[in-house]
């Protein structure tokens, strides 16, 4: 199911978290976080390369420390994290990789760990969502951060990098009256998948609708529906949500997305009553500069986890 692909020297925040890199994926259950990527972007519809995102992640991860002083929270000295590599995903066979990323997510969730995807293009958000609404009893929300609604049934044919949330929404415990899609605008959101998020009453807040009602209350809206009669909400960061200056490397760039400090506070918001996972996609090494949207990545994974630590959701209690 697993491909080792992390040098050492590439390990999650390597030079202060003390990551280790798990070859043995019947391990991971041992940790209480488990990062894994998601190389796969076949679901791409024009400019590909976020099949290096997790290349992208890890390498400038190195970068940080495990110490917040705004959170008060020690990464190192909190948890334990586990590497454990990139899901095995199949260029050019988008079914057969989203099997994949389904079945990597599955385990890594029904372990005990919690699971943090490096992706990929947002394809992988129906395969990611599969993967933990199986393990529930109960039903799974959706928090969807974008500036796009990526909700149409296919695109070119495919169920792709535009489609997550329509097959996700299709699941028995997956209601599309949970999802919430915060960032949404420009001139990148395509009418059919318009369509489909009033048809199935979706909620949406725009960067606009953020602004004027305050950081504070979009997050609280977004908890709101979210989490009405769900047991579990996963985290869906699309970096594109961020304004272009900040997110060069990125296969659709919008003007006129988040400021970062917008988003990351947001973020913590989010993660405060707790997530089932999270995953970051539409990272795209190739077109960023000094690996700034890597960066951005990295930093709402360690604002998420400080933020669960710092409420008591990790390390989870019940392990």
């Known amino acids: ?53 997790p290349q992208g992640m890890r390498r400038i991860s190195a970068l940080y420390g495990s110490y917040s002083f705004e959170l008060g929270v020690d990464l190192r000295e909190s948890i334990t994290i586990a590497d454990l590599g990139d899901i095995f995903t199949i260029p050019g066979n988008i079914e057969k990789s989203f099997d994949q990323i389904a079945k990597g997510v599955s385990h890594v969730f029904a372990s005990g760990a919690f699971p943090v995807v490096l992706g990929g293009g947002h394809s992988i958000g129906y395969p990611t969502v599969r993967g933990v609404a199986e393990h529930l009893s109960g039903n799974l929300g959706i928090i969807h951060f974008d500036r796009h609604v990526d909700t149409q049934e296919t695109d070119l044919d495919e169920r792709m990098h535009t489609t997550p949330w329509y097959h996700a929404t299709d699941l028995l415990n997956v209601p599309a009256k949970n999802l919430v899609q915060l960032g949404i605008g420009g001139w990148q959101a395509p009418r059919p998948g318009v369509k489909v998020s009033r048809e199935r009453e979706t909620t949406i807040l725009t960067v606009n609708d953020c602004v004027e009602m305050g950081m504070e209350a979009a997050a609280e809206r977004a908890l709101e529906v979210a989490w009405d009669g769900t ?89």
């Open 1 to 53: 199911m697993y491909v080792p692909r992390v040098p050492h020297r590439s390990r999650w925040l390597v030079r202060e978290a003390h990551t280790e890199y798990v070859e043995d994926v019947k391990e991971c259950g041992k940790y209480d976080v488990a990062v894994l990527g998601a190389p796969h972007d076949a679901g791409t519809t024009y400019r590909p390369g976020t099949r290096f995102g």
């Open 231 to 319: 047991d579990a909400v996963w985290l869906s960061f699309d970096v594109d949500c961020l304004d272009v200056a900040f997110v060069p490397g990125t296969g659709w760039p919008e003007p006129g997305g988040f400021l970062p400090r917008e988003v990351l506070e947001l973020v913590r918001r989010i993660s405060e009553p707790g997530l089932a996972g999270m995953e970051i996609v539409e990272c795209s090494p190739p077109y960023d500069s000094a690996d700034i949207t890597s960066l951005v990545g990295v930093r709402v994974i360690c604002d998420v986890l400080g933020t669960l630590v710092r409420s008591g959701r990790l390390p989870r209690g019940d392990r």
